[in-house]
């Protein structure tokens, strides 16, 4: 959908959730500019698939064309903070350039097939995203602590607001 990032903001979200979708993300300018503007805020936003690719490209980094691409539910992904493997659902043809990254994106996530990011956090806004699919059903479902993150920082938002 293209509803704009003003209609969004003016729900007073206590989060925003920047869903999956096909193909490539850098023609999404709508998209983009809505995300750089909900980034302006302290609103919590968790990405996936599309949504993580273009939360990167909104906070500067890049995205680039896969050889093969990533589909199916059997794909390894290790958690770096907690360097803990996950096993993922898939379906992408895009990733993010981590060496495009800028400094207030930290990885948290690699493909362990081919290296490729899975994962970012920003530093400095409670923005983070994920490259596969954590809502997959039936599964697997490894990924699905990302889910309690985003309502811990929904809570912690909820919380300094008052």
Same mark, same amino acid.
């Given at each position: 959908?293209?509803?704009?990032? +003003?209609?969004? /903001? =003016?729900?007073?979200?206590? @989060?925003?959730? /920047?869903?999956?979708? %096909?193909?490539? %993300?850098?023609?999404?300018?709508? !998209?983009?500019?809505?995300?750089? =503007?909900?980034? +302006?805020?302290? *609103?919590? #936003?968790?990405?996936?698939?599309? $949504?993580?690719?273009?939360?990167?490209? !909104?906070?500067? !980094?890049?995205?680039?064309?896969? =050889?093969?691409?990533?589909?199916?539910?059997?794909?390894? #992904?290790?958690?770096?903070?907690?360097? #803990?493997?996950?096993?993922? !659902?898939?379906?992408?043809?895009?990733?993010v350039?981590e060496?495009?990254?800028?400094a207030?994106? &930290? #990885?948290?996530?690699?493909?362990?097939?081919? $290296?490729?990011?899975?994962?970012?956090?920003?530093?400095?806004?409670?923005?983070?995203?994920?490259?596969?699919?954590?809502?997959?059903?039936? @599964?697997?479902?490894?990924?699905?602590?990302?889910?309690?993150?985003? *309502?811990? /920082?929904? +809570?912690?938002? &909820?919380?300094?607001?008052?």
């Open positions: 959908a293209q509803t704009s990032a +003003e209609d969004v /903001l =003016k729900m007073n979200p206590d @989060g925003i959730f /920047l869903s999956n979708g %096909p193909g490539d %993300p850098a023609p999404c300018d709508y !998209a983009i500019d809505a995300i750089e =503007k909900f980034l +302006e805020t302290d *609103i919590p #936003v968790f990405g996936i698939c599309l $949504g993580h690719q273009l939360l990167a490209l !909104a906070s500067g !980094a890049k995205t680039i064309k896969m =050889k093969f691409g990533h589909h199916g539910g059997n794909h390894p #992904v290790k958690d770096i903070d907690n360097n #803990v493997v996950m096993i993922t !659902a898939q379906n992408h043809g895009f990733a350039d060496a495009t990254l800028p207030n994106l &930290r #990885v948290t996530h690699k493909s362990l097939f081919d $290296g490729t990011l899975q994962g970012i956090h920003r530093t400095d806004k409670p923005a983070f995203s994920f490259q596969g699919h954590p809502e997959a059903s039936p @599964g697997p479902h490894d990924a699905a602590p990302l889910f309690d993150h985003f *309502i811990e /920082l929904i +809570e912690l938002y &909820r919380q300094s607001a008052k």
